[in-house]
């Protein structure tokens, strides 16, 4: 399992969580996007925000 509470302020809800529980995928970890800039994303995720392509 994983702590979402960092992204509650991004809209994480029970709902998602019980959706990304229930499609199991080694090495994911869930995440939102908080950021669009010319085709990049910045992603919160369980070990920060992050950045991706």
Not at 3 to 13: A, C, T
Not at 37 to 46: I, S, Y
Request: one cysteine or more; hydrophobic letters at 35%; proline letters at 8%.
């Amino acid at each position: 399992m994983f702590d979402s509470g960092h992204l509650l302020p991004y809209g994480w809800n029970d709902t998602l969580s019980h959706t990304f529980v229930s499609f199991p995928a080694d090495g994911r970890e869930p995440g939102r996007v908080i950021r669009v800039d010319r085709g990049r994303c910045d992603v919160a995720a369980p070990a920060g925000v992050v950045r991706g392509h």
